[in-house]
């Protein structure tokens, strides 16, 4: 069975400091990868998604994730984190086509003045 | 509409009565997704609409959930009977034809409390 683990809770970051989010999956076979985010009181937006070529992907707002067969991963990262960055970010992994995503639990980041 | 609807925003209840929970998905999605966000759990799914395929309703975690679809577009999940542990917010998507890619487009949720 499918499942992605995010092992960090909560993240605290400073403001202009770098953030990288945690993310490990299982999966049988080529999986589709994606980052979402949620604001408070908001539904979930999609930051990128992987699902063949270049493993280092771009995304919305700055972020970028690299995606390691070998590790199982595909971490978030951004250079330099803002106070809007502050949210809770969801890992998620599925097939292609239609179906449905398997979550992990999320990662709450706080971000320091 | 742009995006992905839900109502309520909110719903408060007491313990055994019925709740009916409404999603408009993107015009032209063809597929519609239900999941669950319970503090601290992430999301777990509960059903999945894909035209006029039958459902996948491998997520209900009781037959008191139950949902519907009419005519390939407006969703609506009613909770029986609902317990204490039903509160959650409760999450809808929408994806597209066409996509080699699952990308699943969110409503803000309809967060349910249950006294």
């Known amino acids: 069975a499918q499942s992605v683990t995010q092992p960090d809770i909560h993240i605290t970051v400073s403001e202009g400091a770098s953030l990288e989010l945690r993310c490990n999956y299982s999966y049988g076979a080529t999986p589709y990868l994606f980052w979402y985010v949620q604001s408070p009181g908001q539904g979930l937006q999609l930051l990128l998604k992987?699902?063949?070529?270049?493993?280092l992907v771009q995304g919305i707002k700055g972020f970028e994730a690299e995606f390691k067969r070998s590790q199982s991963s595909f971490n978030l990262r951004k250079p330099s984190v803002h106070w809007s960055d502050a949210a809770e970010y969801f890992c998620a992994v599925g097939p292609s086509g239609y179906s449905t995503l398997t979550f992990g639990k999320g990662t709450m980041l706080l971000v320091s003045p | 509409g742009a995006g992905v609807s839900q109502s309520p925003s909110n719903k408060v209840t007491e313990k055994g009565k019925d709740v009916e929970l409404r999603c408009d998905p993107i015009s032209g999605h063809t597929a519609l997704y239900w999941y669950r966000q319970s503090l601290g759990q992430g999301l777990e799914f509960l059903i999945y609409?894909?035209?006029?395929?039958?459902?996948?309703k491998s997520g209900l975690p009781s037959d008191r959930f139950s949902a519907e679809r009419t005519g390939g577009s407006v969703s609506t999940l009613t909770i029986q009977r609902t317990q204490q542990e039903d509160s959650a917010v409760y999450l809808c998507?929408?994806?597209?034809?066409?996509?080699?890619?699952?990308?699943?487009?969110f409503g803000p949720g309809t967060r349910l409390t249950v006294l």
């Open positions: 992987y699902f063949s070529g270049d493993t």
């Open positions: 609409f894909q035209g006029n395929s039958a459902p996948d």
């Open positions: 998507a929408s994806s597209s034809p066409g996509q080699i890619y699952n990308e699943q487009f």
